[in-house]
């Protein structure tokens, strides 16, 4: 009797422990019910946010690709801006001389005409002056101006005046020693400095320029141009004038009266009789 009490007993316990664990497994089971659920209805909102997230790496490696090529384009261009500067700098070293010697030139040149400039003209002048002072040695002054210089502007356009400036400024680079100073003194008006010359010289240096001078051809553009005439106004030191600014009036009033006398002719200088200059200028 008490065996079959006992065997009662540990049946109930068993039932019992049964009864917990399917309670347990129907939990779980609610449990994975749920999170189905979850899942199932979250679905498509996943698969978005990874595609969202798929297409921002795949820009974000586009993007890393980009900057890679231009970091590299940008790596060759300083090496090669780098090999080019160094160039750049071992010439510039080698030939420093020339190129200085070069800029300088270009400083003190007018580009049209390739003469002097005016500024190296007003740095020149009283060195060379004085130096024909201190060697007791003449020095003569030519200022020279295109005749009717407008109508070739006006006729066949700038680019013409220009044309006959450059020729001019080549015959007289052609024509003059080394030693003179020919510039553009402004416009179409040149001036040369003759160092050791006397009036008697430069006036005929004048003359034969001013003959040689109408023989020039100026082709623009495939056509010949009027033909070119010049005016000369000669002085020179000491006979009339002893600074700078005395020659170049006294060349400049010769230039006036060889201009009012009809052109295409040369004029030295004259004193008035109070022994000053006689200074006009040209309307």
């Not at 049946?11 to 049964?18: H, V």
């Not at 044309?163 to 402004?186: E, K, M, N, P, W």
Request: glycine letters at 4%.
């Amino acid at each position: 009797m008490q065996s079959k009490k006992s065997e009662q007993k540990q049946l109930r316990s068993e039932i019992q422990n049964l009864r917990q664990e399917l309670a347990a497994v129907s939990q779980e089971n609610s449990d994975l019910k749920l999170l189905l659920k979850t899942i199932t209805d979250h679905a498509d909102c996943i698969e978005a946010q990874l595609h969202r997230s798929n297409e921002q790496l795949k820009v974000e490696i586009k993007e890393r690709s980009r900057a890679q090529k231009a970091l590299q384009f940008l790596l060759a261009m300083f090496v090669r801006d780098t090999i080019d500067l160094q160039i750049l700098l071992d010439t510039t070293t080698e030939h420093g001389d020339l190129i200085e010697e070069l800029m300088h030139d270009r400083s003190i040149r007018d580009p049209l005409t390739e003469l002097f400039n005016r500024r190296y003209l007003e740095q020149s002048f009283p060195c060379v002056l004085e130096q024909a002072k201190t060697q007791e040695k003449p020095l003569s002054l030519m200022m020279m101006d295109i005749d009717r210089f407008k109508r070739f502007n006006d006729t066949f356009g700038h680019q013409a005046g220009d044309a006959v400036l450059q020729t001019v400024g080549q015959f007289l680079r052609d024509r003059l020693r080394s030693s003179d100073i020919a510039c553009r003194y402004g416009g179409e008006e040149l001036m040369a400095i003759l160092p050791a010359t006397p009036i008697e010289a430069a006036s005929r240096l004048a003359e034969r320029l001013r003959q040689e001078v109408k023989g020039l051809t100026v082709e623009f553009p495939n056509r010949a141009l009027d033909a070119i005439s010049m005016s000369f106004g000669v002085a020179a030191f000491p006979q009339h004038g002893t600074t700078g600014g005395e020659l170049i009036r006294a060349a400049d009033a010769a230039l006036y009266r060889a201009k009012v006398e009809g052109r295409d002719r040369v004029v030295c200088a004259e004193r008035s009789e109070n022994s000053e200059f006689r200074v006009q200028n040209e309307g």
